[in-house]
């Protein structure tokens, strides 16, 4: 019964050990304080008539104690965004872990969970690279409750709209990443959530 009782704890820990890495590297989680200006925890703003609100939620969730709540109005002609990573205007909106901390080459894809409406609103998922150039991945609000939008890193292309007057603009995605952003498109008005930013090896 012992040598079935140990052979039984292995099999869990083992089990246990797999889905960690079928979860990937966490790497934001949205747990801090939410708050923005030059010493937030998020780097957001909007422009051009669009307009963007940030705030956590407890009531809504994936894991943890909250996520981040979006209420947004994207007008044509109008911009927002809403970041965490590191190199931002918000001095305190760094991810818990540091890019040069990460093996990036062990990781094809960036995850994050995101709670619909089934709204059918755009929303860019952009990821600034070690040469502050602008990637972005498309995802669509086409369905209710938790979801993991998973980015594959060789879907995501060059923004031709705008990129950072520092951008090397190479069109090469070059690690480590520095930050995340996120910003529903025209012509959109409504509420969303996100929660658990993750890398995945698949």
């Known amino acids: ?51 963007i609100e940030i705030s956590a939620a407890n009531d809504i969730k994936y894991l943890g ?3 981040i709540k979006v209420i947004y109005n994207a007008v044509p002609g109008g911009y927002m965004w809403l970041a965490r990573g590191f190199d931002l205007d918000a001095k305190n909106a760094q991810w818990p872990i540091k890019p040069l901390d990460i093996d990036w080459a062990k990781y094809k894809a960036i995850s994050f969970y995101m709670y619909g409406s089934d709204s059918k609103a ?18 669509e609000d086409n ?8 980015c594959p890193f060789n879907e995501f292309f060059v923004r031709a709209d705008w990129q ?28 969303v959530y996100f929660d658990e930013v993750r890398l995945m090896d698949k």
Not at 12 to 38: H, K, W
Not at 126 to 132: A, C, R, W
Not at 165 to 171: G, L, Q, T, V
């Open 1 to 51: 019964m012992r040598i079935l009782h140990l052979g039984f704890i292995f099999v869990l820990c083992m089990a246990v050990v797999a889905l960690a890495e079928n979860q990937g590297l966490l790497i934001d989680d949205f747990e801090s304080p939410l708050y923005g200006g030059p010493d937030g925890t998020v780097d957001f703003g909007a422009g051009n008539g669009s307009s």
């Open 65 to 67: 104690e909250q996520s």
């Open 122 to 139: 755009k929303i860019a998922f952009d990821i600034k690279d070690n040469g502050n150039e602008f990637w972005r991945f498309m995802a």
């Open 143 to 150: 369905f209710k409750g938790w979801k993991q939008i998973v």
């Open 164 to 191: 950072p007057s520092n951008a090397d603009k190479n069109a090469t995605l070059d690690f480590p990443l520095k930050s995340f952003q996120f910003e529903p498109r025209p012509e959109a008005k409504g509420t």
